[in-house]
């Protein structure tokens, strides 16, 4: 799925340059020569190694982006998140989303059986307070959430009602896989700030739903992941909103 958006957005890619990139603890951040920025959550737990040094360090700035794109090609996650980082740079300059909640525009009712790939804990305590029975499924092993062990997957999204996959699943490949499986839901979502906001290259995947954000201080933004900081530092500073597309 990774390389389908890099095929929408390739022609915009050709003029571009990387102004400054950044790869923090919780986010891949890429600023292009146009000032437009798109992150990508670090995925530390699959970066190779816990004192893993990235081979292309000193070479990103002022690297062509279609450069950065081709990093999709590589199997570690560093590289993947770059590119998945450039892309959101290059699609928000070409789609315009609705600013607010998905979860505002989805209707989420008591009971409701939820699968989630890929662990956003405050979504999933806002599920569980709205009386959703949710379902996670999550590589991490921190965090105080109970997972479910990974060979109940396909059980679980056949009986979902929705199904909610984090940006994270596009970076590291088990997107497409994961739409495969046969499913009831009524609501399908790609979310998190890492969601390629790119509703074409979703068209025909069973994906209703874009929920990703709007970078609105590029400069706050790129200071707090140089600083650490995750999803809720990003949105409680007002450095990024959260803003859904709809598929067709």
């Known amino acids: ?7 929408r957005i390739e022609d915009s890619a050709r003029a571009r340059v990387i102004r400054r990139a950044l790869i923090g603890s919780g986010f891949i951040a890429v600023q292009l020569d146009d000032l437009s920025m798109g992150l990508c959550a670090n995925i530390r737990h699959d970066a190779g190694g816990s ?7 000193g070479t990103i700035a002022g690297a062509h982006a279609l450069d950065i794109l081709a990093l999709s090609k590589r199997t570690d996650l560093i590289s993947r998140g770059l590119a998945l980082a450039t892309v959101n740079a290059l699609a928000s300059r070409l789609f315009t989303p609705t600013i607010g909640d998905i979860f505002d525009r989805i209707t989420v009712t008591p009971g409701d059986r939820i699968v989630m790939v890929g662990l956003i804990e405050p979504v999933v305590q806002m599920l569980t307070g709205r009386g959703c029975d949710v379902a996670v499924f999550e590589d991490r092993k921190e965090g105080l959430l109970p997972l479910e062990a990974p060979h109940t997957m396909p059980e679980r999204i056949r009986s979902a009602d929705i199904i909610i996959l984090t940006g994270t699943t596009v970076a590291n490949g088990s997107v497409t896989g994961i739409l495969a499986l046969p499913n009831c839901a009524r609501a399908v979502m790609i979310l998190g700030p890492s969601t390629p906001m790119i509703p074409t290259v979703f068209t025909g995947t069973g994906v209703s739903f874009l929920g990703g954000s709007f970078i609105e201080d590029p400069d706050q933004a790129f200071t707090l992941v140089m600083e650490g900081g995750g999803t809720r530092h990003l949105q409680r500073s ?4 959260k803003a859904y597309l709809e598929v067709a």
Do not use: D
């Not at 799925?1 to 095929?7: F, G, H, N, S, W």
């Not at 004192?51 to 360090?57: G, I, L, P």
């Not at 007002?238 to 909103?241: E, H, Q, T, Y």
């Open 1 to 7: 799925m990774l390389e389908k958006c890099i095929e």
């Open 51 to 57: 004192c893993a040094v990235f081979s292309r360090a």
């Open 238 to 241: 007002g450095a990024i909103r």
